[in-house]
């Protein structure tokens, strides 16, 4: 198992900022693919952004324009700034990694966004 080590969640009032951060430094690979997914009360897990090794991003639609993310590959990291936030983007954020076959999850970190 890869221990994925998320930091950065908190509490933010509506059109805040928070970036979240997840490392994975107990293995030196090039994860194939890193990313965020998010899952609200009573709602599935739902992918928020992926970066591949080679730079190729995928958002979902709703937060286009408003999140970014990036990668430190020697660092084997992975950030995603969160700006312009709503009451909708609250949830527990789960850092995602993939290698091959393979797949890791972090243990979660919760956001939430007050009206």
């Known amino acids: 198992q890869v221990p994925l080590v998320e930091s950065g969640g908190g509490l933010v009032q509506a059109g805040g900022s928070l970036r979240l951060s997840c490392a994975a430094s107990t293995i030196m690979v090039t994860f194939n693919a890193m990313g965020w997914y998010r899952q609200a009360p009573g709602k599935q897990r739902e992918l928020v952004a992926t970066i591949t090794s080679g730079g190729i991003i995928n958002y979902a639609d709703s937060v286009k324009g408003r999140f970014t993310i990036s990668r430190d590959i020697a660092k084997n990291t992975v950030y995603l700034e969160m700006n312009s936030l709503k009451p909708g983007d609250t949830a527990v954020y789960y850092c995602?990694?993939?290698?091959?076959?393979?797949?890791?999850w972090g243990q979660g970190t919760q956001v939430t966004v007050s009206s």
């Open positions: 995602h990694a993939s290698l091959w076959s393979n797949e890791y």
